[in-house]
């Protein structure tokens, strides 16, 4: 039997390589979080660089975190801690077997996912226009010590660009899952794919949680 | 394509809405913490209270909305292992970092802290004019301060 011809049948997809449901859950659940590993030393080297910055240079990064808006950054904090709490709704929802509850959880997680990246499009526009770029684009001559403050925006902006990326994946994500989920393939027995978008989707909220203290709350 | 066999699945666990609600109270309320404590300057405590409270937002995120609790504790101890070498990491850039000042650049051993001495050694002969808030080192062997604190 297909995957097609299987969806929309209550009960638990075995594959065929798998003995028992339990099994084939714990799978992809380990398969998941060894990603997620691997995920977090992506942006651990990032991580490095900003550490090894910011010991260098502490004056610069007072100094320049100051371009930042605590309160935009402050709103998509929000934003993203609500998005998480729509997720574990959702899949909360699925071990309910309540489709309606799935289905406007994953659409209000893709909503707050759009407002991350709206806000962060007004962010980015703004420093376009100020000349806070990194290395050799930076103009802005009202930053102090101007000859090294292209430092700050460039680990700004490949920190919350990788982010922003991960967000975007994250709606194509939980766009699929969504679709699924309209064709009836989670039950309360089977809704693996939910939770496993759903740690991927709070990995990126938690990357996000050490980001905005670290970028844009700096003493 | 693999065969797939409809079975009878694992029953749930789940757990009561008000957690996950009370969890995301605490996660505002955290939030609401670090931007009230960034108003106030600890010194070089400041990173460390901000990196605190967002590791126990994190903590949080991970144990009760990733189910990282009441889940196979094997994916714990993946997830312990990748936050052990990542802090290996950062601890030995960062030492290295911190270390350089300390190495005399004539004997290529190392300094007692108080007699640290500028060993900014330039590739390029002439990044001494692209970096003007740069000191040359050979002039100013004596340079008590170290190479990254002459911008001011």
């Given at each position: 039997m297909s995957i097609a011809k299987a969806s929309g049948v209550a009960g638990f997809p075995l594959h065929e390589h798998f003995e028992r449901p339990e099994q084939q859950v714990d799978a992809s659940k380990l398969g998941m979080w060894l990603f997620l590993a691997t995920e977090v030393l992506i942006?651990?080297?990032?991580f490095v660089a900003y550490a090894v910055y910011h010991y260098l240079h502490p004056e610069l990064f007072k100094a320049a975190h100051k371009f930042l808006d605590v309160r935009l950054g402050a709103f998509n904090t929000v934003v993203l801690l609500f998005s998480s709490l729509t997720v574990v709704l959702a899949i909360h929802g699925a071990q309910q077997g309540k489709k309606q509850m799935v289905l406007w959880n994953l659409f209000l997680t893709i909503v707050c996912a759009g407002t991350f990246l709206v806000v962060k499009y007004f962010e980015y526009s703004h420093k376009f226009h100020s000349g806070l770029l990194p290395g050799y684009y930076f103009t802005n001559a009202t930053v102090p010590s101007p000859d090294e403050a292209h430092?700050?925006?460039?680990?700004?902006?490949?920190?919350?660009?990788l982010h922003g990326i991960h967000v975007v994946i994250g709606m194509i994500v939980l766009s699929w899952l969504m679709f699924r989920a309209y064709r009836d393939e989670f039950n309360p027995q089977y809704y693996s794919p939910l939770e496993i978008g759903g740690l991927y989707w709070h990995l990126v909220d938690i990357i996000w949680i050490f980001l905005f203290p670290l970028l844009y709350l700096i003493r | 394509m693999s065969h797939i066999h409809k079975v009878e699945g694992p029953a749930p666990h789940v757990l009561p809405v008000g957690v996950y609600w009370t969890v995301f109270g605490a996660l505002l309320c955290l939030t609401a913490l670090t931007v009230w404590v960034a108003e106030f300057d600890f010194g070089t405590m400041s990173t460390t209270v901000a990196l605190l409270v967002a590791t126990t937002k994190a903590s949080?995120?991970?144990?009760?909305?990733?189910?990282?609790?009441?889940?196979?504790k094997?994916?714990?101890?993946?997830?312990?292992?990748?936050?052990?070498?990542?802090?290996?990491?950062?601890?030995?850039?960062?030492?290295?970092?911190?270390s350089r000042t300390l190495i005399d650049p004539e004997r290529a051993n190392f300094l007692p802290r108080d007699q640290k001495v500028l060993q900014y050694k330039t590739d390029h002969p002439d990044e001494l004019a692209l970096r003007p808030g740069l000191k040359d080192p050979v002039k100013d062997e004596l340079n008590f301060e170290g190479p990254h604190s002459q911008e001011e």
């Open positions: 942006f651990g080297g990032l430092i700050f925006f460039g680990i700004y902006f490949l920190m919350t660009g | 949080l995120v991970l144990a009760c909305f990733m189910h990282l609790w009441f889940d196979n094997f994916y714990g101890v993946i997830l312990g292992a990748t936050f052990v070498f990542l802090s290996l990491f950062i601890l030995f850039c960062v030492m290295d970092e911190g």
